[in-house]
């Protein structure tokens, strides 16, 4: 396969809410919480796949609820299990981590580590959808790209995103390292300490679910940012 300059890995963490049926008791008469942002992240398949199919890069997507357990933080974290496996023994614990966490951050890595056999650089897309509302408060941001800014070929990439988001979609609202600040826990700040600086950039992107309501709007943002993410390679 020739060398490429820029080699792109998509990855959707919260791609899906899907329960297997031996831990649906958990969850009786907690549909809404499933149905929500705290079970999934709505719209990011959908992005994820359409920035994989435009650069042609391969995609590893996690459809199990993140109520289950939660592959983009580490081990340890409060939040790996949340109130509906916490009180689970140690063996279902194991259970979880061996059959949906571990298969999915290894098969991230995986596609990173043949990624950098051969390109010179690798860009993994990280795509996330947050609430418009939090704690009772509007979020004036469409589109967050989380970054390490103490990373320079990472800042470089973002920036780069940024701007050409911007100008393919005026008016946008593309905002850095918001709603989330992009250095702390999460599966791009995992492998940042496992692949060099001068070659990984671990960008998140996190789209508005507002955007999601308007599909002539949706459309337009899911077309830029595969574009825009494509003139990377």
Partial sequence: ?????????????????????????????????????????????????????????PLVANTTSRLLVE??????????????????????????LATIYHPHRRAVEVAVRRSLRRNAWVVHAGVHTFTPVWNGKRRGVDIGILYDPSRRFEAFVAEALMRRLRAEVPGLRVRRNAPY???????????????????????????NQALLRKPASWKQVRRALATVVGTLD
């Fill in 181 to 207: 600040r992009g250095w702390t826990d999460g599966l791009t700040t995992t492998l940042r300490g496992r692949f060099p600086a001068t070659r990984y950039a671990g960008i998140e992107i996190e789209i």
């Fill in 71 to 96: 592959c983009n933080r580490s081990l340890g974290h409060a939040q790996v299990f949340s109130e509906f496996t916490r009180d689970l023994d140690t063996a279902e614990h194991l259970r979880l």
């Fill in 1 to 57: 396969m020739p060398r490429r300059r820029v080699g792109i890995i998509v990855s959707c963490e919260h791609a899906g809410n899907h329960v297997p049926a031996k831990y649906r008791p958990l969850f009786r008469g907690h549909a809404r919480d499933l149905a929500s942002h705290r079970g999934w992240d709505p719209g990011a398949l959908e992005l994820a796949r359409a920035i994989a199919i435009r650069c042609n890069a």
